[in-house]
């Protein structure tokens, strides 16, 4: 069965330095997200991308963050200074989504663990 | 946020007995609706939906029914296994708004007892 993998598993970094989280999407899927969990948090939505440009982004998703599909494979979420509270599990996500407004199902990756110290 | 609820934080049933979870939400605006399990150190993963102009879905064990006045759902898993014990999140989104975010509850921990 098709899955969405996440690299790195678990990334530690000093505050104020960028990092990138990278997925890699199940091959036919058209949408792809972002989710984080602070611990003890419920999961929350970050942003979600679609046809090379962001669809829809919440208030967390600042100047801070950015995504990319570099090379039409990976999926890429960039933190440029992190901080403190940015230490969370970051889970991507990816659904079929055959048309705009279709009901798919989002396929999520096991996350990666980040660790701003 | 509290758009999205599951007000029971734990829940413990006997091996082969019947699971009941619930989930509650505020905004009418929502109407497609989700569960997911998930493990430690896992991602979460898909069980079941519902679309808000259906009132039940099945899917062998697994069972969701949603009650659009009361802004209500459930998951019944019958008969309820030692591998279901996890953690369960409902979600929602608002697709005919054109929105593609999920919203999630807080989730429920699951034990199922031997």
């Known amino acids: 069965e098709p899955e969405v993998t996440q690299t790195p598993s678990h990334q530690v970094t000093q505050m104020g330095q960028e990092v990138i989280l990278r997925c890699v999407p199940i091959?036919?899927?058209?949408?792809f997200y972002w989710y984080r969990q602070i611990l003890g948090q419920k999961v929350e939505f970050l942003v979600s991308?679609?046809?090379?440009?962001?669809?829809?982004k919440s208030e967390i998703f600042d100047d801070q963050f950015s995504v990319e599909r570099p090379d039409g494979s990976n999926f890429t979420l960039k933190i440029r200074s992190t901080k403190l509270e940015d230490s969370a599990m970051y889970f991507c996500a990816t659904s079929r989504g055959a048309s705009g407004r279709s009901r798919e199902t989002q396929y999520f990756g096991p996350g990666t663990r980040l660790l701003v110290l | 946020d509290q758009q999205v609820k599951q007000n029971s934080p734990s829940l413990s049933v006997q091996e082969g007995r019947i699971s009941i979870l619930n989930c509650d939400y505020t905004?009418?605006?929502?109407?497609?609706f989700l569960w997911y399990k998930k493990y430690p150190a896992e991602g979460p993963t898909f069980l079941i939906s519902?679309?808000?102009?259906?009132d039940k879905n099945e899917d062998g064990r697994f069972t969701v029914f949603l009650n659009k006045s009361a802004k209500h759902l459930s998951l019944h898993i019958v008969p309820s296994q030692p591998g279901d014990s996890a953690v369960y999140f409902c979600a929602a989104s608002a697709v005919l708004q054109g929105a593609q975010k999920l919203v999630f509850g807080q989730g429920t921990r699951l034990t199922i007892n031997p």
């Open positions: 091959s036919n899927h058209l949408y």
């Open positions: 905004n009418s605006m929502f109407d497609y």
């Open positions: 519902i679309s808000s102009i259906k």
């Open positions: 991308f679609y046809n090379n440009e962001i669809s829809e």
